[in-house]
């Protein structure tokens, strides 16, 4: 028996008093910083150093464009798509930010706090892809060059990495100051 009450241990729904929690949030948050709309950072970092060197056609800069022209499309959604999702997801961490914040339920409370910074972050995505395609298909019509091009991508995808790691460090702060709070409030875990 003494396997199972290990097991059950590790598997505790107690969110805030466990390990794998806080090692879900920062592996979570560490891999949304490897890439802008599924571009490596090293693609934007070396489209960034090509400019800045005065190479803004260089093969860096186009590689950036191949990949915005590969990726974008994905993170396309219309209209009737968009409000679905916002309506589906909006129901469920409304759901269960009533469960964990009116009712007390610590592993619903863990959730909307690890949930709602991302659903934030795909908004984003979704707006940065949606200012990125007219950018992209001017520039696969010829209407602007690949320097235009490049810089205005490489400008707001710079932005928007700046905007998430402001969006991860501020959800991190927010759930450890919280998850402190009930640690402190229920000290033996009740």
Do not use: C
């Amino acid at each position: 028996m003494p396997q199972i009450d290990s097991l059950v241990g590790l598997l505790d729904s107690r969110s805030f008093m466990t390990i794998w929690y806080w090692l879900t949030l920062i592996g979570m948050w560490s891999a949304t910083g490897r890439s802008v709309l599924g571009v490596p950072s090293e693609v934007l970092a070396r489209a960034r150093a090509a400019q800045a060197k005065g190479d803004p056609e260089g093969a860096a800069v186009i590689m950036l464009l191949d990949w915005l022209s590969l990726v974008l499309p994905r993170w396309q959604l219309g209209p009737r798509e968009g409000a679905v999702f916002l309506g589906v997801t909006s129901f469920l961490l409304t759901s269960l930010a009533i469960l964990g914040f009116v009712f007390w339920l610590e592993l619903a409370q863990a959730v909307v706090l690890l949930l709602v910074p991302f659903w934030l972050l795909f908004w984003m995505r979704a707006r940065l892809a949606r200012r990125l395609m007219p950018v992209i298909r001017a520039a696969h019509d010829g209407r602007l060059t690949l320097a235009e091009a490049g810089a205005e991508a490489t400008r707001r995808m710079s932005w928007h990495r700046v905007m998430t790691t402001i969006l991860s460090i501020a959800a991190v702060a927010v759930t450890v100051l919280w998850g402190t709070l009930w640690a402190i409030m229920h000290p033996n875990g009740l």
